[in-house]
């Protein structure tokens, strides 16, 4: 019988303690030919997990937003300034607000309370089907009652047709504002919206129909992903664009969590709060009180590769995951429902009854699954991402597994 955990009267020795101060391999094990291939997470790059565990000792309080601070700053947070600098650099516009967040749902919580500032309790959210769950979050935080879904198409980006349609729609029911939420990598299938395309929908709309719009990505995943495979792929050079969230703890290679929240200059003002306690200081986030070595760990991180070492780095990965693909499909294994290109494809299993695998299989390599639809069909569907951590001798034992369990399925039947 389970026995809850007490708080004890006298404290343990550290000697006792020693086994709980070192974690279990997680990612990566050789002795049980297993690796973690479901999620963007992975081993942190040893210069950053360095730069990470010192300024951990300096233990850095940061509150408030350095960006467009031009006064003398300490180190860490003139190091959390020229991080926002170095990515609106990267995005497109070198004068972004923005600030070192937990995560992605942070920096879309962010962007949707921005937004209903902005325009309002009464604006209408439009996201699509595969959009985060954190963006339901936001709008119930932010009290937007007014939320619709759209359908994604068969290339999984946000349906612009319906898209547009839903604009229509809600004009004519005397909605005059909008908040639009677009993704850069969607968590199950890696596609990313035509901001391009939605950008000039909604300049249309500001033109022609002097209706108002707020237009937050969410580019948890794939910001520091597309920018290194595609030029021209600043997301800020869309003038509708006032928002995005980006993950350095996904794809940045640096320990949880470190996400960061940029937006246009000035608009987080919309929500500044004073601190009673603390002479002239804002403050422009949403959870105050933040880790400095977080900050201090992605300056390094992005000095240490910069463009050229993302692209080399993203590289190798991609080169493991067609790896992973080719073999996979030159033995009739899988159907690829989504591959953008990138470290991350999205399968279903078309070896085994139902495309679904043992418990067993989903904790050995830590995938879970969900029903797509492909070729107007549900199919239930996998998504692997190939991280730092993975390497061509944990794929074999992967594709050995599923060579197994496939033969295993066809004597069955």
């Known amino acids: ?92 516009d070198d004068t972004v607000d923005g600030y070192v967040t937990s995560g992605g749902t942070e920096g879309n919580i962010m962007g949707t309370w921005i937004g209903k500032e902005l325009l309002g309790k009464d604006c209408c959210v439009i996201k699509s089907y595969l959009t985060h769950q954190s963006i339901d979050k936001a709008c119930c935080l932010c009290s937007l009652s007014n939320v619709i879904t759209i359908s994604y198409t068969d290339e999984y980006v946000m349906d612009l047709a319906e ?23 969607y968590t199950m299938t890696g596609s990313k919206d035509n901001i391009e395309k939605i950008d000039m929908l909604i300049q249309h709309y500001e033109m022609e129909n002097s209706i108002k719009f707020y237009f937050h990505i969410d580019a948890a995943i794939g910001g520091l992903v597309f920018p290194f495979l595609h030029e021209n792929e600043g997301i800020f050079k869309y003038k509708s664009v006032k ?45 105050s009180s933040r880790n400095g070595a977080a900050a201090a760990t992605c300056w390094v991180m992005f000095q240490y590769l910069g463009k050229e070492g993302f692209k080399r780095e993203l590289n190798k990965l991609i080169i493991l995951k067609e790896y992973l693909v080719k073999q996979l499909l030159s033995k009739n294994l899988i159907e690829v429902i989504s591959d953008q290109g990138t470290n991350m494809v999205c399968i279903h299993f078309n070896c085994i009854q139902d495309g679904i695998l043992s418990d067993q299989l989903e904790k050995k390599y830590i995938l879970d699954g969900f029903i797509l639809k492909y070729r107007g069909q549900d199919y239930y569907c996998y998504k692997i991402y190939i991280m730092p951590h993975v390497t061509k001798e944990s794929l074999d034992y992967f594709i050995e597994d599923i060579v197994r369990i496939s033969q295993v399925n066809r004597k069955d039947n």
């Open 1 to 92: 019988m389970y026995k809850r955990m007490k708080f004890l009267e006298e404290g343990r020795t550290k000697e006792k303690l020693t086994p709980y101060m070192n974690p279990p391999k997680n990612y990566i094990n050789s002795e049980e030919k297993s690796v973690f291939l479901g999620y963007p997470q992975t081993i942190p790059n040893p210069i950053a997990l360095e730069t990470y565990k010192n300024y951990l000792e300096y233990n850095e309080n940061h509150v408030g937003v350095f960006s467009n601070v031009f006064t003398q700053l300490d180190q860490t947070r003139k190091m959390e300034k020229e991080l926002i600098e170095m990515l609106g650099d990267l995005y497109g």
């Open 163 to 185: 898209l547009e349609s839903i604009i229509n729609s809600q004009i004519n029911l005397g909605v005059k504002s909008f908040i639009i939420v677009a993704t850069m990598g």
């Open 243 to 287: 928002s995005l969230t980006v993950d350095p703890h996904k794809m940045g290679y640096v320990p949880f969590s470190a996400g960061i929240f940029i937006c246009r200059k000035s608009l987080q003002e919309s929500i500044a709060i004073p601190i009673k306690y603390a002479k002239t200081v804002y403050d422009k986030t949403l959870i």
